[in-house]
């Protein structure tokens, strides 16, 4: 086992920068999840962590060994593809010992440890067959099996769930948080879907356009996004944006909208007194997005707004409405009971003691409905949050 | 009656594709086997001056020792050049699909090029530079101080010569199923061996070697029956020639010593001793080789899909 930690890291294909001045460091045994859209860098870092990539510029280390110019084959790592990539010509037995093989195991070992490692994931009754006779879950379990046997120093995982069907996915991420638990490894694992990324990582990192956004426990990322592609990015659905003028009326400071005006939070009028721009973004979650009449503890009755409903979406624990008020849309989270007609008013209240305040241009989150103070003497938890990891060597 | 309206349909449609394949397939075959059990030649032919002879051809094919020593080179012939149309082929795809490979098209064109010429013309230029004091392998052997080489007076170098002339004209369609066979190799299993702590030669040996060689299976087998009826390279290079004297099993024999098979058959009928008769057994000694293999071929490609 071992730390992971990348020092600012550059990736150049040509003239396109896939990963910009990225800073990382992934402790021991701990499961790090690398979250983003496609093309966000996320898997070029992790195949230069596997040295399948070059480093164009910066250093990686797996311990306290800079392994830039270090071949994959000596990095004692292991790697899930997101196709597999078993080998086709093997049974799943030579496919799981390949590995062990080139490492000159003897042979009694190499058993003892495929058999353990196959027993361990179901797979003993299919050793002897080949990858394609076997279905998409046995195939994914193949490839756990083979990077586990080894018993590396650091798991990559390149969205090893992303080919299984939903039902299966679910179950699978079951099995790796209980592999993880079995074997406190190291583990890097790359994923676009924040699901995953929540379920599974002790920390995420999110990723831009080859930029780090912010690294952090799963639930701070979630309660406190560093900026606005973070908070639009992890959460479903996702988190409602509307451009607001900041008011300061009489000591009281509020966020205006077309019609809208808001009376913001304690928390929130301490930091916008001191904010210097008087244009913002707004961010609301859906989940802070009621029917007012079904609402028990309505904080504040200036946060109820007249909208008209527009699409409603079923899901069956709960229906996504959409409504609109003035030229913006709100998503809001209904209870399922509830029946909502299309085109007809309602009262919404909307809590902005969960929403967050952007800056315009450059996105950065600005302050929150409640401070992080409040929140960890609340909720316990500690504010975390930052751009970049600068507590590293 | 509905029945026999059916039939006859039925029969009326596939008849023409019938028809077809006793003219051109069936016909030829029946007739072939029909010749190797006469005494049918060029001299008796027009005047069905030929008759039945029983299994003498095979008979004398059989005990004649240069059959079994043309059977024996035409084997080694073909051994030799689809391991070294395999091999090289393999070589240079390999090579062409390294990412570091500067100017790919033109090598590319290069390594193909001797497939894209008619090859009656690549053959006779070899053969012209295998002249002994004019060709051009010779000269620059001289130039830079060795001697001249028999090629096509020696028997050793006779043989060399055309087998330098088949390799260099069957490296090219290899090249280019083992370049589609690589192709095919998705690179994630390469970086799977590599994350397994495979080098890039134990990569190479253990998962793109296996994996390349299942898909050029037919291709191979086709190389070895294309190269065990190979005729233009040995008619056009040395006439099977040159003549050499055997000793097989206390008689002396005098023989080309680059013939194989195909040449034999094509001697047998068309220059002494004008036997259609004996040139048919010997086809069907050839037919019933490259038949066995072809049943081989099937097992094997059974057998690489499980």
Same mark, same amino acid.
């Given at each position: 086992?071992?730390?992971?930690?990348?020092?600012?890291?550059?990736?150049?294909?040509?003239?396109?920068?896939?990963v910009k001045d990225l800073t990382l460091e992934v402790n021991d045994g701990e499961f790090f999840v690398l979250l983003g859209p496609s093309g966000c860098g996320k898997t070029t870092t992790l195949r230069m962590i596997a040295g399948l990539e070059d480093v164009t510029k910066g250093t990686i280390f797996i311990g306290d060994r800079v392994v830039n110019d270090v071949h994959p084959k000596d990095r004692d790592i292991a790697m899930v593809f997101q196709n597999y990539a078993l080998y086709p010509h093997m049974s799943v037995y030579d496919n799981i010992s390949f590995g062990l093989k080139l490492r000159g195991l003897a042979k009694d070992d190499i058993k003892a440890r495929v058999d353990e490692v196959a027993s361990w994931l179901g797979l003993s009754e299919l050793l002897n067959r080949r990858p394609r006779e076997l279905s998409g879950g046995q195939r994914q379990r193949v490839a756990l099996a083979r990077a586990l046997v080894r018993q590396p120093k650091v798991f990559l995982m390149d969205e090893p769930l992303s080919n299984?069907?939903?039902?299966?996915?679910?179950?699978?991420?079951?099995? !790796?948080?209980?592999?993880? =638990? $079995?074997?406190?490894?190291?583990? %890097?694992?790359?994923?676009?879907?924040?699901?995953?990324?929540? #379920?599974?990582?002790?920390?995420?990192?999110?990723?831009?356009?080859?930029?780090l956004q912010q690294v952090d426990n799963p639930q701070m990322l979630y309660l406190y996004p560093s900026n606005q592609f973070v908070a639009g990015f992890v959460g479903t659905p996702p988190m409602n944006f509307v451009e607001v003028s900041i008011l300061n009326e009489n000591g009281q400071v509020y966020l205006q909208h077309g019609t809208v005006k808001l009376p913001v939070t304690n928390d929130m009028a301490v930091m !916008?007194?001191?904010?210097? =721009? $008087?244009?913002?973004?707004?961010? %609301?979650?859906?989940?802070?997005?009621?029917?007012?009449?079904? #609402?028990?503890?309505?904080?504040?009755?200036?946060w109820i707004l007249h909208c008209e409903s527009d699409v409603a979406e079923r899901l069956g624990t709960e229906t996504y409405v959409h409504f609109t008020i003035d030229d913006f849309e709100l998503v809001g989270r209904v209870s399922a009971v509830r029946s909502v007609t299309m085109g007809a008013a309602y009262d919404v209240y909307v809590d902005l003691s969960g929403a967050h305040v952007f800056d315009s241009q450059t996105g950065v989150r600005v302050c929150s409905g409640t401070s992080p103070e409040r929140m960890e003497s609340r909720l316990g938890l500690k504010d975390t949050t930052h751009v970049q990891d600068s507590s590293a060597n | 009656m509905s029945k026999v309206r059916e039939w006859l349909t039925a029969y009326g449609f596939i008849a023409p594709a019938m028809i077809a394949i006793l003219l051109i397939s069936v016909y030829p075959l029946v007739f072939g086997v029909s010749i190797a059990f006469t005494d049918m030649s060029v001299f008796n032919y027009l005047s069905h001056g030929y008759k039945f002879i029983g299994f003498a051809n095979f008979s004398e094919m059989l005990t004649d020792p240069e059959t079994w020593i043309l059977t024996y080179r035409t084997v080694i012939w073909t051994v030799i050049n689809v391991f070294l149309h395999v091999s090289l082929g393999i070589a240079f795809a390999m090579l062409l699909s390294k990412p570091w490979l500067k100017l790919k098209p033109i090598f590319r064109l290069i390594l193909i090029l001797p497939w894209a010429i008619p090859s009656f013309i690549s053959i006779q230029v070899w053969h012209a530079m295998f002249n002994e004091q004019f060709g051009a392998i010779n000269q620059l052997l001289t130039m830079i101080g060795f001697h001249a080489i028999p090629w096509l007076t020696s028997p050793t170098w006779a043989f060399l010569a055309v087998i330098i002339t088949n390799v260099w004209l069957g490296v090219p369609f290899m090249m280019l199923i083992a370049l589609g066979g690589l192709n095919s190799i998705p690179e994630e299993i390469q970086e799977a061996a590599y994350v397994d702590g495979a080098s890039p030669w134990q990569t190479t040996r253990y998962i793109i070697l296996p994996l390349l060689l299942r898909t050029m299976v037919p291709a191979i087998v086709l190389g070895i029956i294309w190269t065990f009826n190979k005729f233009d390279v040995i008619y056009l290079?040395?006439?099977?020639?040159?003549?050499?004297?055997?000793?097989?099993?206390?008689?002396?024999?005098?023989?080309?010593?680059?013939?194989?098979?195909?040449?034999?058959?094509?001697?047998?009928?068309?220059?002494?001793?004008?036997?259609?008769?004996?040139?048919?057994?010997?086809?069907?000694?050839?037919?019933?080789?490259?038949?066995?293999?072809?049943?081989?071929?099937?097992?094997?490609?059974?057998?690489?899909?499980?």
């Open positions: 086992m071992a730390r992971v930690y990348l020092e600012q890291v550059w990736k150049k294909f040509g003239n396109v920068e896939a299984l069907d939903a039902k299966l996915r679910t179950q699978a991420r079951g099995e !790796l948080l209980r592999l993880h =638990k $079995d074997f406190p490894t190291t583990t %890097i694992y790359v994923t676009h879907d924040q699901v995953e990324a929540m #379920t599974l990582g002790d920390r995420v990192a999110v990723m831009m356009d080859g930029s !916008l007194k001191e904010y210097s =721009k $008087d244009k913002a973004m707004l961010g %609301i979650r859906p989940q802070d997005v009621h029917l007012a009449d079904e #609402t028990r503890d309505i904080e504040n009755n200036d | 290079i040395t006439q099977g020639g040159p003549q050499t004297v055997v000793t097989l099993a206390g008689h002396q024999k005098v023989m080309g010593a680059t013939d194989l098979l195909i040449t034999k058959i094509y001697k047998t009928a068309f220059q002494y001793p004008n036997s259609w008769g004996a040139a048919s057994a010997l086809g069907y000694l050839v037919f019933l080789v490259l038949l066995a293999m072809s049943l081989l071929n099937l097992q094997i490609q059974n057998f690489v899909k499980e």
